[in-house]
């Protein structure tokens, strides 16, 4: 019954849950690193999309 007084008492918070990490710069996934994103490390997916980046990049520079 403790638990459902302390309830009583102060409501229920649906917020944020805990401290979340915070970011240090630091990159989490290849597809971000500048290698993946010009397509230089060799992957014909990836330079395919590098080219799809290019020209929407030059979009507004016509």
Known sequence: M????????NGINFGKGGERPSQDGKVKTK?????YITGAHGSGSA???AKYRKERANRKHR
């Open 47 to 49: 330079m395919q999309k």
């Open 31 to 35: 597809a971000k690193k500048k290698k």
């Open 2 to 9: 403790d638990d459902f007084e302390l309830i009583l008492q």
